[in-house]
């Protein structure tokens, strides 16, 4: 009451000159009965009009009314401002961790820049040093191809000697040396035939494995397709199950509070509020809060007080239930 006559002095100054008025009457006590006498004179009369103070009353509780409507205005609308302030904070916290990530990210691939151009220098350096050593290397062979190359005519005048002294063992042994050789040729042939057969066979057996395994292959397939449509249409299932769960309870929920309601005295038909619902499993009513209101204080605490008069309230036993943990909805007596 104070906050409304601090907020509204001039509401409060016009109520107590009309109160100063009636009892400036009363104090006076004007005979209203008597017939006044009408005096000669030239000044001009100036018809006075009675207060009435029922009036008056009902004017200053108008007034106080306005005022309650504005201040309850007020409220919600600081309400609604600090949810945007929170709201908006929440956005710069998340703003900023995601900056943070970025910042981090950017961190890690310099590092791992940094680590690739030293392992490629190290590589280059790796690269040069066995360059080195393979000029040295080649420079080795070619000395020693050299002192091959003296020793290979030193062998050869040494190998031709000995070809001219063996010539006539050899024309002796070439004979037997063809029929074995005859021989050989005989057996390979034969070897590569069998070997030609085994690898055929080879190949016919693989062709077949290959046959078997792709069609083992489309099986899985056909069957992981299958096991997926099944898997779909069983989730498809659950939600709409779900989904009429869902709509059953909070019917139920809204109907339950509906029936604990009791219509305030002077309230009349079309009030309507939404309400925020906070519940703990089975049903037990945490909290309770109009988060749009009617425009009537009594009709918003009533609804308020039918939410904890149907506690508990009916909600799924099941994981269902993490859906009505927090709830919002329109209460409509109507």
């Known amino acids: 009451m104070f906050q409304i006559l601090k907020r509204n002095p001039m509401a ?3 109520a107590v000159s009309m109160h ?8 006076v006590g004007v005979d ?3 017939q006044p006498e009408q005096p000669k004179s030239n000044v001009e009369v100036v018809q006075a009009r009675i207060i009435d103070q029922t009036k008056v009353l009902e ?3 108008r007034l106080q009314e306005v005022d309650k409507k504005k201040e309850q205005q007020k409220i919600a609308k600081e309400r609604e401002e600090q949810k945007r302030l929170q709201e908006l904070k929440k956005r710069q916290q998340n703003e900023k961790k995601r900056l943070a990530e970025l910042e981090k990210k950017r961190k890690a691939e310099q590092k791992k820049a940094a680590e690739a151009e030293a392992k490629r220098k190290a590589e280059e350096k790796k690269r040069k040093v066995a360059e080195a050593k393979r000029k040295e290397e080649q420079k080795r062979a070619a000395a020693a191809e050299a002192k091959r190359k003296a020793e290979e ?13 063996e010539k006539k063992r050899k024309a002796a042994e070439e004979k037997k040396r063809k029929e074995a050789e005859a021989k050989r040729i005989a057996e390979e042939k034969k070897r590569k035939a069998a070997e030609a057969k085994r690898i055929a066979e080879e190949k016919k057996r693989r062709i077949a494995e290959q046959k078997r395994k792709a069609a083992e292959a489309k099986k899985r397939a056909e069957e992981e397709a299958r096991k997926a449509r099944e898997a779909e249409l069983q989730a498809a299932i659950e939600a709409e199950r779900n989904a009429r769960e869902t709509d059953r309870f909070s019917t139920l929920i809204e109907q339950k509070v509906t029936n604990s309601w009791v219509r305030p005295a002077g309230i009349g038909d079309g009030l309507k509020c939404t309400l925020r619902v906070r519940l703990a499993p089975g049903g037990v009513v945490l909290a309770a809060n109009v988060v749009k209101s009617s425009g009537s204080g009594a009709f918003d605490r009533s609804a308020t007080a039918a939410v904890y008069k149907a506690d508990p309230l009916p909600v799924p ?3 269902l239930f993490e859906r009505f943990r927090d709830i919002t909805f329109e209460f409509d007596p109507n």
């Not at 100063?20 to 104090?27: E, H």
């Not at 030193?154 to 031709?160: D, G, S, V």
């Open 20 to 27: 100063a008025v009636i009892i400036l009457f009363m104090v």
């Open 317 to 319: 036993k099941d994981g």
């Open 12 to 14: 409060v100054l016009i």
């Open 153 to 165: 005519k030193k062998r050869k005048e040494a190998e031709a000697k000995r070809i001219a002294t």
């Open 59 to 61: 004017e200053v509780k």
């Open 32 to 34: 209203w009965l008597k």
